[in-house]
């Protein structure tokens, strides 16, 4: 018979082993569970988890799309660590984007190396600046910062609509609501065979978080204040400058991840432009360990299962509702699998009378 | 075979007619990949499974010679750019792409791939192997506002709508200048939900309207919620694309069905014959690409016979609802006596007619 015990200290493997566990028994369960259904489930684990990482081509794909989810991610890492709840990251990207799509807009027709530049210090301080308001209201008021930051972001998206249906709407563009397309000085540089500039800059902003998070006294702080609030306080740390720096870093990196994709791959700003990026980063997050390092793993994860369900389905005709009922497979597996960093099954054999 | 006319819409790329040098016999050894990428589920028995019972009647059509697939719930951007890029690279020769907001992402795919054939439906720019289509649905729209201006007691039409744009906007028009016809004192009241598809969304849009005096509510957007929200509160409603009357029985008076099988079995093939040519299409009642759906019993014969007036009218020209007198909604005259809006005013329309309130 199974049983759990619960362990002396929290098993230093388990703790890296449990995503590796969550993500095979995702694949073994998500094969019998395609089956059960008629489709070739086992094709359809190959098509999402295994096709888009051979596939050279595929690459670009995953870059793609796991940049903004590795950016955010590691941003609301940061403030994970310290127990402050940034769930607003998709109101702080999409501002990040529309302050980089404003400079843009009003560099029309101009060149010159400073715009992008600039676009990329407005997206920036634009996505600081909407997460500094949850900051303001916690540190302040006490107000609670997972409503304050999730309730910002539906007042984003609907400042994003008003300015694609009103002032920046593109005036040849027939009424549709959008704005016009960007200018070479506007856009990311594109690199061939890798992607926009966006894909290399979030493995280096992840490198350097990893850096600062680990080995400066500033990471130390964040760590400390979230493990262990009343030691933080002995020791001198103030909470309340741990809050404020916790929601800038997540909302300055989701604020440029957000100028990433309009500059980017975009190339305008569309109403479409919200894609649940800042929801998706905070499985990214978990699923990462909230460490820089496992987060760039688990973005990637995540984006093989998004190009991978698409192919799958012009492949093996599964629905789209696939890649969801895949993605949420692996955080719940997630979840179970963490009980094992603080317990360990153990095998207790039956006494018979 | 629905005979499709075609006409020249827009200046944007509609010089370049070029046959692309696709020669039909290569298709005879292996059969040819045919791709469409929806904005919605299949499932969201609006516009987007209207145009997924246009592929399976072309599949049907064309048997084992040609292999059609679909990609659903495509997000419009870099999403959409990145899987039309895939269908392309996995052989596919056509591709419909089936929203507005795909019509970028298309523009950019479609230069780097020009030996790939592309169909974008609601769009408006067109280029050597980028062909647009459309429905006329305001057309159908004006038959639901010939059936609301008799059947509305309060005089008050909902609309739920999607996006500000030409296409919209001139169903809104539509709706609202026949129901003024039967009831000249007749209001449109329009919520914008910003999206093509949100269940929630479009039924709290259609609760909010008929607390505000609407009994008959029109929608362009794709899923029956509206409809439902209708049927609880025992008002009426349009079905939007398809006959969606099995979600509310009552409240369903009729629908307009979108019907795409016609154009996709022309299309995939001219890609055969090897003749396939850019272009633009807007087709509607006339070439049964838009049709009304069964009417409800609900509606009495004298209405059902003003309505089928009104779409056969449409249908052999004789009724224009965009004709004169016109007036807009800071009460200029936009449209004289004696005169229609034309096709390019119509795609650009920007304006909504006295009576809108939007």
């Not at chain 2, 838009?290 to 249908?315: F, H, L, S, T, Y």
Request: glycine share 10%; hydrophobic share 50%; net charge neutral.
């Amino acid at each position: 018979m199974l049983e759990l015990e619960r362990r002396k200290v929290p098993s230093r493997t388990m703790i890296w082993l449990a995503p590796v566990l969550a993500v095979l028994a995702t694949m073994v369960v998500g094969g019998l569970v395609f089956s059960a259904l008629g489709y070739d489930g086992f094709a359809a684990v190959r098509a999402i988890f295994i096709d888009p990482l051979i596939t050279l081509r595929k690459w670009q794909d995953l870059g793609l799309k796991a940049a903004p989810l590795v950016m955010i991610a590691t941003g609301l890492a940061i403030g994970f660590r310290a127990n402050v709840w940034n769930i607003g990251a998709e109101g702080q990207y999409v501002v990040g984007g529309l302050a980089g799509t404003g400079v843009a807009l009003a560099t029309w027709e101009m060149t010159g190396w400073w715009i992008l530049p600039l676009m990329c210090i407005a997206g920036a301080l634009a996505g600081m600046a909407w997460a500094g308001i949850p900051a303001l209201l916690r540190t302040r008021f006490n107000v609670n910062e997972i409503l304050s930051s999730l309730m910002l972001t539906y007042v984003a998206v609907q400042l994003l609509y008003y300015m694609v249906n009103g002032p920046w709407k593109d005036p040849d563009g027939f009424n549709f609501p959008q704005t016009r397309i960007f200018t070479d000085a506007q856009m990311l540089p594109y690199l061939s065979g890798i992607g926009y500039l966006n894909v290399p800059l979030a493995l280096v902003i992840s490198l350097v978080v990893w850096f600062l998070m680990a080995r400066t006294m500033l990471g130390f702080q964040i760590r400390v204040v979230g493990a262990a609030p009343m030691a933080a306080r002995y020791g001198g740390f103030s909470q309340r400058r741990t809050i404020w720096l916790a929601l800038l870093a997540g909302g300055g990196l989701a604020g440029l991840a957000g100028l990433f994709e309009a500059a980017g791959p975009f190339g305008q700003m569309v109403p479409a432009f919200p894609t649940g990026y800042g929801f998706t980063a905070i499985i990214v997050a978990f699923l990462g360990r909230l460490h820089p390092l496992g987060i760039l793993a688990a973005g990637i994860i995540l984006a093989v299962t998004y190009v991978g369900g698409e192919a799958s389905q012009s492949s093996l005709g599964l629905p789209s509702a696939a890649t969801g009922v895949f993605q949420s497979m692996m955080l719940f597996f997630l979840l179970a699998a963490d009980v094992l960093v603080g317990w360990r099954l153990r095998l207790r054999r039956r006494v018979t009378e | 075979m629905t005979l499709i006319t075609r006409r020249g819409l827009l200046k944007a790329g509609g010089a370049a007619a070029a046959t692309l040098p696709f020669a039909g016999r290569a298709f005879a050894a292996e059969p040819l990949k045919v791709a469409f990428i929806y904005v919605g589920p299949v499932g969201d028995f609006g516009f987007t499974f209207a145009h997924e019972q246009g592929r399976k009647e072309a599949q049907a059509h064309f048997g084992e010679n040609v292999v059609t697939t679909y990609v659903e719930n495509v997000a419009e951007g870099p999403d959409a750019e990145r899987v039309l890029k895939n269908l392309a690279d996995d052989g596919n020769k056509l591709i419909f792409a089936t929203s507005f907001g795909f019509m970028n992402p298309t523009v950019k795919v479609a230069k780097r791939y020009p030996d790939v054939m592309f169909e974008h439906c609601t769009g408006y720019q067109t280029a050597a192997n980028i062909a647009t289509y459309n429905a006329r649905f305001y057309e159908g729209r004006a038959v639901c506002g010939t059936i609301a201006g008799h059947m509305s007691k309060t005089g008050i039409g909902g609309y739920v709508a999607s996006f500000p744009i030409p296409e919209v906007v001139m169903g809104i028009n539509a709706f609202t200048l026949a129901a003024q016809k039967v009831n000249p004192a007749f209001q449109t009241k329009v919520v914008w939900v910003s999206s093509w598809y949100d269940p929630a969304k479009e039924a709290d849009a259609a609760k909010a309207l008929f607390d505000q005096g609407a009994d008959i509510l029109s929608q362009h957007t794709d899923s029956p919620a509206p409809l439902q929200a209708a049927e609880q509160r025992g008002l009426m409603a349009f079905g939007q694309a398809w006959d969606m009357s099995s979600f509310a029985p009552k409240a369903h008076l009729t629908a307009i069905e979108n019907h795409w099988g016609g154009y996709y079995i022309e299309r995939i093939q001219a890609v055969i014959d090897g003749t396939w040519k850019t272009g633009s299409v807007w087709a509607g009642l006339k070439e049964d690409m838009v049709r009304m759906a069964p009417w409800n019993e609900r509606i009495p014969p004298e209405v059902v016979k003003a309505a089928e007036a009104m779409r056969d009218g449409q249908a052999d020209g004789s009724v224009k609802i965009f004709s004169g007198p016109i007036v807009d909604q800071n009460g200029t005259e936009k449209v004289p006596l004696g005169s229609a809006l034309d096709d390019p005013t119509l795609l650009a329309l920007d304006w909504y007619v006295a009576g809108v309130q939007s």
